[in-house]
């Protein structure tokens, strides 16, 4: 059986792609966004920058336009907190659909199974 999700899973998740939505923006802002090169960041916040970036596109592979010369991704993203967090949350919210959808499709194939 499938992993059920409790209402406090969501909402630490809800909160989770908050925080990344608006760390990636602030971050995001002193990267060239089309080649992921450092502008204006330290060395440790260009470090959180990719490894921020990478995570979401672990996450959301939709979200990739391409790789840097390093292999990190390079994402297409809300270009503000607002936008950056909705088009994550867009994604959240397709893939849980996606994930109940595929969960109904197998109980109707065990179903199907015990009918026959």
């Known amino acids: 059986m499938g992993k ?6 969501e909402l630490n998740t809800v909160k989770s792609i908050e925080k990344v939505a608006q760390a990636y923006d602030k971050l995001h802002q002193k990267v060239d966004a ?3 090169e450092n502008i204006l960041l330290s060395d ?3 470090a959180e920058y990719l490894d921020i970036s990478n995570q979401i596109a672990d996450q959301f592979p939709s979200l990739i336009q391409g790789w840097d ?3 990190n991704a390079i994402l ?3 270009t503000s907190a607002n936008s950056t ?4 949350m867009r994604l959240y919210e397709a893939a849980k659909l996606a994930a109940n ?3 109904g499709d197998n109980i ?5 199974g015990y009918a026959a």
């Open 108 to 112: 109707q194939d065990s179903y199907d």
């Open 4 to 9: 059920t999700v409790s209402n406090g899973q």
């Open 69 to 71: 010369d390093q292999g």
């Open 44 to 46: 440790e916040e260009y």
């Open 76 to 78: 297409n993203v809300g």
């Open 85 to 88: 967090e909705q088009d994550l």
């Open 101 to 103: 959808v595929s969960i």
């Open 34 to 36: 089309t080649t992921n």
